[in-house]
């Protein structure tokens, strides 16, 4: 909580120091320590990945960094028990696509020459067909017409007459179905031969669903190895391997290289706070005092967080969250959110 300066100015003390009497009207507030830019607590995918409905709850298969650790934005931090499913499943995403391309190639490329060359041996054969059908019928009427007129002359039976007709009639259809096999053959080898645009489109869609795959695949690959969000130091892990990652996520992150004050100051005092003022921090975990310069001055009034250890002091006060920039960092680098007292130095 923040202290009024009614409660400091009123508290007995001793004589006071050269330093005291230079701050009596410094602002004064108690508040915390923690690294540049928050603590960030790095957790696994959310339930919007396709892989944690599949695959459930995940746990840490490795933990790749321990605490106090140095890590990197983008570096690997830990890798979920998913991961090798997922890995499985890449790979055969990765098969289709290539089986997908081979299909869309031979389709570009048309038929083989072998299915060609086949065909075309049918067309042959059918037109050689239906040339000795059409020879065939050709004899068969002139027959016909021969016995025609032998049977008007008296010279054949009705009968004989007949038969000839009936071979011709017979001849004449054998013909025509000949010529409609041939057609049918020649149709053939066309379509065979003949790279259809529909037929490209179709493999080439398939190609593009496959890559599609491909790269959700990927992105789920990715998303079991958690990788750290920025440049900074593992402050605390919360999962261990074979654990399951909780609301608390796997590891708190920080860049403690630079520390912060945040002092809860009262919020009456905030008129009198601007970015630049200098200040002191003191606390129990480190000797002396450390300078700092106010770098941001918070635009929303709540309650206190930091709790004030004199049994007489207002715990509900209404404060804003003043942070501090401190000159040197390196006594406080593992003290986050060790409660110190701030002394702002007014204008």
Same mark, same amino acid.
């Given at each position: 909580?923040?202290?009024?300066?009614?409660?400091?100015?009123?508290?007995?003390?001793? %004589?006071?120091?050269?330093?005291?009497?230079?701050?009596?009207?410094?602002?004064?507030?108690?508040?915390?320590?923690?690294?540049?830019?928050?603590?960030?607590?790095?957790?696994?995918?959310? %339930?919007?990945?396709?892989?944690?409905?599949?695959?459930?709850?995940?746990?840490?298969?490795?933990?790749?960094?321990?605490?106090?650790?140095?890590?990197?934005?983008?570096?690997?931090?830990?890798?979920?028990?998913?991961?090798?499913?997922?890995?499985?499943?890449?790979?055969?995403?990765?098969?289709?696509?290539?089986?997908?391309?081979?299909?869309?190639?031979?389709?570009?490329?048309?038929?083989?020459?072998?299915?060609?060359?086949?065909?075309?041996?049918? /067309?042959?054969?059918?037109?050689?067909?239906?040339?000795?059908?059409?020879?065939?019928?050709?004899? !068969?009427?002139?027959?016909?017409?021969?016995?025609?007129?032998?049977?008007?002359?008296?010279?054949?039976?009705?009968?004989?007459?007949?038969?000839?007709?009936?071979?011709?009639?017979?001849?004449?259809?054998?013909?025509?179905?000949?010529?409609?096999?041939?057609?049918?053959?020649?149709?053939?080898?066309?379509?065979?031969?003949?790279?259809?645009?529909?037929?490209?489109?179709?493999?080439?869609?398939?190609?593009?669903?496959?890559?599609?795959?491909?790269?959700?695949?990927?992105?789920?690959?990715?998303?079991?190895?958690?990788?750290?969000?920025?440049?900074?130091?593992?402050?605390?892990?919360?999962?261990?391997?074979?654990?399951?990652?909780?609301?608390?996520?796997?590891?708190?992150?920080?860049?403690?290289?630079?520390?912060?004050?945040?002092?809860?100051?009262?919020?009456?005092?905030?008129?009198?706070?601007?970015?630049?003022?200098?200040?002191?921090?003191?606390?129990?975990?480190?000797?002396?005092?450390?300078?700092?310069?106010?770098?941001?001055?918070?635009?929303?009034?709540?309650?206190?967080?930091?709790?004030?250890?004199?049994?007489? !002091?207002?715990?509900?006060?209404? /404060? /804003?969250?003043?942070?501090?920039?401190?000159?040197?960092?390196?006594?406080?680098?593992?003290?986050?959110?060790?409660?110190?007292?701030?002394?702002?130095?007014?204008?």
């Amino acid at each position: 909580m923040a202290l009024r300066p009614s409660q400091t100015s009123q508290t007995p003390t001793a %004589s006071p120091s050269p330093t005291e009497a230079v701050n009596e009207n410094a602002i004064t507030a108690l508040g915390r320590l923690e690294p540049e830019g928050e603590v960030i607590k790095v957790a696994a995918p959310s %339930s919007g990945g396709s892989a944690t409905p599949i695959f459930g709850t995940p746990r840490i298969a490795r933990l790749l960094v321990k605490e106090r650790a140095e890590v990197k934005a983008g570096q690997p931090i830990a890798v979920l028990d998913t991961y090798d499913r997922l890995m499985a499943a890449g790979l055969t995403a990765q098969a289709e696509v290539q089986e997908a391309q081979t299909r869309l190639a031979q389709v570009q490329a048309g038929a083989k020459i072998g299915d060609i060359e086949a065909q075309r041996a049918i /067309v042959n054969a059918r037109l050689a067909n239906v040339e000795r059908l059409e020879s065939e019928m050709q004899t !068969a009427r002139w027959e016909a017409e021969r016995y025609k007129n032998l049977f008007q002359s008296g010279a054949v039976s009705e009968q004989e007459a007949r038969n000839r007709q009936l071979k011709y009639t017979t001849a004449a259809r054998q013909f025509e179905q000949a010529k409609r096999e041939l057609e049918e053959a020649k149709n053939t080898l066309n379509s065979v031969a003949e790279v259809r645009p529909t037929d490209v489109q179709q493999a080439q869609a398939a190609v593009n669903v496959a890559v599609a795959n491909l790269q959700r695949a990927k992105a789920d690959l990715d998303a079991s190895v958690v990788r750290s969000p920025i440049n900074g130091q593992v402050i605390k892990v919360h999962t261990r391997e074979g654990e399951q990652v909780g609301s608390n996520g796997i590891v708190e992150i920080g860049n403690i290289g630079q520390m912060m004050a945040v002092a809860e100051v009262y919020e009456t005092d905030i008129p009198k706070v601007r970015k630049g003022q200098r200040a002191t921090i003191t606390g129990s975990a480190f000797p002396g005092e450390i300078s700092g310069t106010v770098d941001q001055v918070g635009l929303l009034i709540q309650k206190n967080d930091v709790l004030n250890t004199d049994p007489a !002091a207002d715990t509900d006060v209404r /404060v /804003v969250e003043v942070r501090i920039r401190l000159d040197d960092s390196r006594l406080v680098s593992g003290l986050t959110n060790l409660q110190v007292k701030v002394k702002i130095q007014p204008d």
